[in-house]
């Protein structure tokens, strides 16, 4: 093993000792000890944020559609890189985003890299399902020339027996899970309330 293999898993080790055991103090409601409950679909068993939702009969597939693309530019920095696939006519867009996690040690917050995520919507009259799946932790460079490491597919991470140096990764897991889950949350909350509201139009007319 080299010098700087050892001084990366020394690194995580550390993480493991010090950051779930100081993460978010103030949230009470995070147990270090509980993997949060995730929706796990029972077809592709990937933890899968679903649902469909009912919005007023007269909003037609185009109309969602409009709402749609206009949460996307709002809800991400650069909606043009997030979106991967997007057709009017059939009602449908797609979009792969990520959102930063983070270990807490001696009292700081110090990123932890990324999970990345692919978030579907399908429009329909009066009704919209949308999709959220296929989560998967990508680490980054901290200082010294360190990094941390990516954890990969976020299913691995519940009910895990992974350990570096006798330690258990699962409580620096569940804090990773945590976080992401009260993320999503947030996004599918404010998706619901954009989905609501009729789409800004543009026309010049209109000024």
Not at 30 to 47: E, G, R, W
Not at 72 to 80: E, I, L, N, Q, R
Request: proline share 2%; charged share 25%; hydrophobic share 35%.
């Amino acid at each position: 093993m080299t010098m700087k293999k050892i001084k990366n898993l020394l690194l995580f080790s550390a993480l493991i000792l010090f950051s779930v055991s100081n993460a978010f103090g103030q949230q009470e409601k995070f147990n270090k000890k509980v993997t949060p409950k995730l929706p796990i679909d029972n077809l592709t068993n990937k933890i899968t944020y679903s649902e469909v939702v009912y919005v007023d009969s007269l909003a037609n597939k185009e109309e969602l559609f409009s709402r749609a693309r206009e949460w996307f530019a709002k809800a991400y920095k650069s909606s043009t890189n997030v979106i991967q696939m997007e057709d009017k006519e059939s009602g449908k867009i797609v979009g792969k985003a990520l959102m930063k996690v983070y270990h807490k040690t001696l009292g700081s917050n110090y990123p932890s890299g990324y999970i990345n995520y692919t978030i579907s919507i399908y429009l329909k009259d009066g009704r919209y399902k949308y999709e959220v799946t296929d989560f998967h932790h990508t680490g980054q460079l901290v200082s010294g020339g360190n990094r941390i490491p990516d954890f990969g597919i976020c299913e691995n991470m519940i009910n895990t027996t992974d350990k570096t140096m006798g330690m258990s990764y699962q409580k620096t897991y569940n804090y990773y899970l945590y976080q992401m889950d009260n993320n999503i949350k947030e996004l599918i909350s404010d998706l619901k309330a954009s989905m609501t509201t009729k789409a800004t139009n543009t026309k010049k007319e209109d000024w």
